[in-house]
């Protein structure tokens, strides 16, 4: 790595921090005791649960950092990151108000009007509010400038036109914050003339068509827009600011412990499953994949610190993400390797269950949110290899 390129600062997590992890800690146990939730791989893309949703809203562990007024709790980044932790890696199903909570909630509190985050930032604190990603098309995923949805201007807002795809969790969701063109590329660079518009999936014209998943679940869809009408007070920033709003957003998206936790539940109930039989080769994998698991908290963890002071480390953010996601899934491989004879299919126990959900879900995860190809390019451009 180049000197000084990258910054991942040590973060100390104090006592305050050891508080609200007992107390998160000792609330997941007793949703777990009482049924309130199974733990699943992944669960931050595949657990939807409204109802799980309203009990952290309630207990104030969403829109941590934002502003009272606004239905936040003016905590710290750190202290959000401890309460990520804990839902993760127990497998609590999290995955409805995640992209809300992560980076719409960030993008409005930044890039918002005064009505939009009065309106909905609340909302999203209490659990009670859901938003999809609109950016990938169907010819248009790593390459997103390319994309082709656009808004004609009209009097008193926008009328919309085009398909997005992959958009998870849109058939629950009741906004999709959509990047399109509102000004075609030949006025400027290919970067110019995209904006960002909060849209109410509720509108006429919107449809929206489930795509089966390899699990066979409905996870994401296929939206369309058809002459949807997008008042412009639901302009989100300013209109043709959209790409330099859009990066700003996926440094929240690509450095959270989502990004090396997916299967963490598989690795801890495959210790128990080992249990006993634990030897040398069993310990050294386990070795191996925790100390790989510290260095990756330690870098996202820096790049948590570098967003609360307002900076936009998209290149430490697409390093966390590239090597969490190949951790993740050099977890499953492992585990595999040491618990050769497991099923596939729905297991009763809690490991077949888990290691089942993370075969299926986690392959994704070097793609969702800008493949691992992608990242490495962002990477070797910030180097000046490229
Ligand atoms: C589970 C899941 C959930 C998703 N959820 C959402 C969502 O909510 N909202 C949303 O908007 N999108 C979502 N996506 C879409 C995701 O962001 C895109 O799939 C991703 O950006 C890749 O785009 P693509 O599928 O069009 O592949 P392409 O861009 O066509 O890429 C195809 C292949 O070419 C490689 N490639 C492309 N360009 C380059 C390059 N410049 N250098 C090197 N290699 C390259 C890629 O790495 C890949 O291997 C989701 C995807 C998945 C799998």
């Known amino acids: 790595m180049a000197d000084g390129k990258f910054r991942f600062p040590a973060v100390e997590l104090g006592p305050e921090a050891t508080e609200l992890r007992r107390e998160v800690r000792a609330f997941l146990a007793e949703e777990l005791r009482t049924g309130g939730f199974k733990p699943i791989a992944d669960s931050w893309t595949a657990g939807m649960s409204p109802e799980f949703s309203r009990k952290l809203g309630a207990r104030g562990w969403l829109g941590m950092m934002w502003p009272k007024k606004y239905g936040g709790h003016e905590r710290t980044a750190l202290d959000r990151y401890v309460v990520t932790e804990e839902l993760l890696t ?14 719409s909630g960030p993008l409005l509190l930044r890039f918002g009007t005064e009505k939009q985050r009065e309106e909905i930032l609340p909302r999203i604190a209490r659990g009670e509010c859901y938003f999809a990603i609109g950016m990938s098309e169907p010819d248009s995923g790593s390459d997103l400038a390319s994309l082709r949805t656009a808004a004609k201007k009209v009097d008193g807002g926008w009328v919309v036109n085009g398909r997005k795809i992959w958009s998870s969790g849109a058939h629950l969701c009741h906004y999709m914050i959509t990047l ?8 400027g660079g290919r970067h110019d003339g995209l904006s960002q518009f909060l849209i109410d999936l509720k509108s006429p014209g919107v449809s929206i068509r489930p795509i089966k998943n390899i699990a066979g679940d409905s996870h994401f869809n296929e939206t369309v827009f058809d002459e949807v009408s997008v008042p412009d007070e639901m302009v989100v920033g300013k209109i043709g600011d959209g790409w330099r709003q859009v990066v700003s957003e996926l440094a929240y998206e690509r450095s ?8 963490f539940v598989v690795m801890r109930e495959g210790l128990r499953e080992i249990g006993a039989d634990a030897d040398a080769r069993s310990d050294e994998a386990f070795g191996r994949l925790a100390a790989r698991l510290k260095t990756l908290r330690r870098m996202s963890l820096g790049v948590g610190s570098l967003l609360q ?9 697409a390093l966390v993400k590239d090597i ?4 993740e899934r050099e977890v499953l491989e492992e585990m595999r390797r040491l618990l050769p004879a497991r099923p596939l299919g729905q297991s009763p126990d809690p490991y077949g269950s888990v290691l089942r959900d993370g075969i299926l879900y986690v392959p994704s995860a070097t793609i969702r949110g800008g493949t691992n190809e992608v990242l490495k390019g962002i990477v070797a451009r910030e180097l000046g290899l490229r």
């Not at 127990?90 to 980076?103: C, E, L, S, T, Y």
């Not at 959270?256 to 299967?263: D, H, I, Q, V």
Request: proline residues 9%; hydrophobic residues 35%; neutral net charge.
């Open 309 to 317: 002071q307002g900076q936009s480390p998209v290149t430490e953010a």
């Open 256 to 263: 959270g412990p989502e990004r090396f936790l997916s299967t």
């Open 324 to 327: 969490g996601t190949r951790y």
């Open 180 to 187: 399109v063109r509102t000004a075609p590329k030949e006025d």
């Open 90 to 103: 127990a497998g609590a199903p999290v995955a409805m108000h995640w992209i809300a909570d992560r980076q």
